[in-house]
Protein backbone atom coordinates (compact mmCIF):
# COMPACT_ATOMS: atom_id res chain seq x y z
CA UNK A 1 0.00 0.00 0.00
CA UNK A 2 1.17 3.25 -0.72
CA UNK A 3 1.96 6.30 1.79
CA UNK A 4 0.05 8.99 1.08
CA UNK A 5 1.91 11.09 3.63
CA UNK A 6 5.56 10.87 1.74
CA UNK A 7 6.80 13.14 -0.32
CA UNK A 8 9.24 12.96 -2.89
CA UNK A 9 11.74 15.77 -4.10
CA UNK A 10 10.74 14.86 -8.21
CA UNK A 11 7.28 15.76 -7.44
CA UNK A 12 8.06 19.69 -7.37
CA UNK A 13 6.91 21.85 -9.98
CA UNK A 14 9.45 24.15 -12.05
CA UNK A 15 8.61 27.87 -11.48
CA UNK A 16 7.15 29.33 -14.60
CA UNK A 17 4.19 31.39 -15.69
CA UNK A 18 1.58 29.48 -14.88
CA UNK A 19 2.53 28.36 -11.30
CA UNK A 20 4.26 30.33 -8.38
CA UNK A 21 5.90 28.83 -5.11
CA UNK A 22 3.43 29.21 -2.57
CA UNK A 23 5.31 28.45 0.06
CA UNK A 24 9.38 27.82 -0.04
CA UNK A 25 9.91 24.70 1.35
CA UNK A 26 13.14 24.96 3.87
CA UNK A 27 14.24 21.12 3.53
CA UNK A 28 12.09 17.45 2.36
CA UNK A 29 10.11 17.32 5.42
CA UNK A 30 8.15 20.56 4.37
CA UNK A 31 4.70 20.04 2.53
CA UNK A 32 5.49 21.13 -1.08
CA UNK A 33 2.64 23.44 -2.12
CA UNK A 34 2.03 25.89 -5.39
CA UNK A 35 -0.37 28.18 -6.77
CA UNK A 36 -1.45 27.78 -10.61
CA UNK A 37 -3.83 30.25 -12.27
CA UNK A 38 -7.07 28.65 -11.42
CA UNK A 39 -5.93 26.39 -8.26
CA UNK A 40 -3.59 26.07 -5.32
CA UNK A 41 -1.76 22.63 -5.51
CA UNK A 42 -0.59 20.53 -2.51
CA UNK A 43 1.18 17.18 -3.13
CA UNK A 44 0.12 14.24 -0.42
CA UNK A 45 2.35 11.16 -2.02
CA UNK A 46 1.79 10.45 -5.58
CA UNK A 47 -1.60 12.73 -4.98
CA UNK A 48 -1.88 16.49 -6.53
CA UNK A 49 -4.72 18.07 -4.69
CA UNK A 50 -5.39 21.03 -6.49
CA UNK A 51 -8.11 23.43 -4.97
CA UNK A 52 -9.84 25.62 -7.58
CA UNK A 53 -9.84 29.13 -6.83
CA UNK A 54 -12.49 30.34 -9.69
CA UNK A 55 -16.17 30.30 -9.11
CA UNK A 56 -16.80 29.42 -12.80
CA UNK A 57 -15.43 27.20 -15.36
CA UNK A 58 -17.35 27.52 -18.68
CA UNK A 59 -16.54 28.26 -22.35
CA UNK A 60 -13.29 28.70 -23.75
CA UNK A 61 -11.87 30.23 -20.93
CA UNK A 62 -12.69 27.85 -18.43
CA UNK A 63 -11.58 25.13 -20.84
CA UNK A 64 -8.21 26.61 -21.39
CA UNK A 65 -7.49 27.25 -17.66
CA UNK A 66 -8.87 23.36 -16.61
CA UNK A 67 -6.42 22.14 -19.63
CA UNK A 68 -3.42 24.14 -18.52
CA UNK A 69 -4.04 22.96 -14.73
CA UNK A 70 -4.40 19.14 -16.15
CA UNK A 71 -1.52 19.56 -17.69
CA UNK A 72 0.57 21.19 -15.07
CA UNK A 73 -0.20 18.29 -12.49
CA UNK A 74 0.45 15.74 -15.09
CA UNK A 75 4.01 17.24 -15.68
CA UNK A 76 4.19 17.42 -12.01
CA UNK A 77 4.71 13.61 -11.61
CA UNK A 78 1.42 12.92 -9.74
CA UNK A 79 -0.43 9.83 -10.93
CA UNK A 80 -3.49 10.77 -9.18
CA UNK A 81 -5.30 13.92 -8.74
CA UNK A 82 -8.07 15.10 -6.00
CA UNK A 83 -10.21 18.15 -7.22
CA UNK A 84 -11.27 20.54 -4.64
CA UNK A 85 -14.56 22.57 -6.07
CA UNK A 86 -15.98 23.97 -3.30
CA UNK A 87 -15.15 27.69 -4.98
CA UNK A 88 -16.80 26.55 -8.66
CA UNK A 89 -20.55 27.35 -8.91
CA UNK A 90 -20.46 26.68 -12.31
CA UNK A 91 -19.25 24.49 -14.80
CA UNK A 92 -19.92 23.27 -18.43
CA UNK A 93 -20.21 20.28 -20.73
CA UNK A 94 -16.87 21.91 -22.00
CA UNK A 95 -15.21 21.54 -18.89
CA UNK A 96 -16.54 18.24 -18.63
CA UNK A 97 -15.26 17.13 -21.32
CA UNK A 98 -11.95 18.08 -20.56
CA UNK A 99 -11.90 16.13 -17.62
CA UNK A 100 -12.80 13.06 -19.42
CA UNK A 101 -9.96 13.59 -21.89
CA UNK A 102 -7.49 13.92 -18.76
CA UNK A 103 -8.83 11.19 -17.03
CA UNK A 104 -8.50 8.75 -20.22
CA UNK A 105 -4.55 10.02 -20.62
CA UNK A 106 -3.97 9.16 -16.56
CA UNK A 107 -6.21 5.83 -16.82
CA UNK A 108 -3.16 3.92 -18.62
CA UNK A 109 -1.21 4.76 -15.95
CA UNK A 110 -3.68 4.01 -13.62
CA UNK A 111 -4.22 7.64 -12.73
CA UNK A 112 -7.76 8.72 -11.06
CA UNK A 113 -9.00 11.54 -10.43
CA UNK A 114 -11.71 12.92 -7.96
CA UNK A 115 -13.94 15.73 -7.24
CA UNK A 116 -14.11 16.78 -3.46
CA UNK A 117 -16.57 19.64 -1.79
CA UNK A 118 -18.31 19.95 -5.29
CA UNK A 119 -21.32 22.86 -5.23
CA UNK A 120 -25.12 21.25 -5.62
CA UNK A 121 -25.12 22.24 -8.96
CA UNK A 122 -21.11 20.72 -10.03
CA UNK A 123 -22.28 17.93 -8.57
CA UNK A 124 -25.58 17.61 -10.07
CA UNK A 125 -24.38 18.29 -13.45
CA UNK A 126 -21.70 15.27 -12.70
CA UNK A 127 -25.09 12.99 -11.85
CA UNK A 128 -27.09 13.94 -14.69
CA UNK A 129 -24.52 13.19 -17.26
CA UNK A 130 -23.66 9.93 -15.26
CA UNK A 131 -19.91 11.14 -15.04
CA UNK A 132 -20.76 10.71 -11.22
CA UNK A 133 -19.52 6.46 -11.84
CA UNK A 134 -16.30 7.47 -13.27
CA UNK A 135 -15.05 10.32 -11.00
CA UNK A 136 -15.39 9.68 -7.73
CA UNK A 137 -17.58 12.93 -6.28
CA UNK A 138 -16.40 12.70 -2.09
CA UNK A 139 -17.07 15.00 0.57
CA UNK A 140 -13.02 15.83 2.14
CA UNK A 141 -10.08 15.12 0.68
CA UNK A 142 -9.27 12.15 2.69
CA UNK A 143 -12.69 10.02 1.21
CA UNK A 144 -11.39 11.33 -2.14
CA UNK A 145 -7.92 9.17 -1.61
CA UNK A 146 -9.67 6.48 -0.08
CA UNK A 147 -12.10 6.17 -2.86
CA UNK A 148 -9.04 5.77 -5.03
CA UNK A 149 -6.93 3.53 -2.91
CA UNK A 150 -10.26 1.23 -3.31
CA UNK A 151 -10.22 2.04 -6.82
CA UNK A 152 -6.96 1.14 -7.57
CA UNK A 153 -6.90 -2.43 -5.42
CA UNK A 154 -9.87 -3.36 -7.60
CA UNK A 155 -8.36 -3.17 -10.95
Given at each position: ?????????????????L?????????????????N????I??????A?????V?????????V???????D???????H???????????????L??L?????????????I????A??S????????????V??I????????????R??A??
Amino acid sequence: MWNIFKRTADQRFATGTLIEPAVEPTDESQPHSHRNVIATIDFIGPVAVATLTVTELTQDDGVVQLTELLDDLAQSGARHFVLDVRNVQHMDSSCLGCLVEALNRMAADGGRIALVNADHSVAYLFRMTRLDRVFPICSDVMAALKAMERASAEA
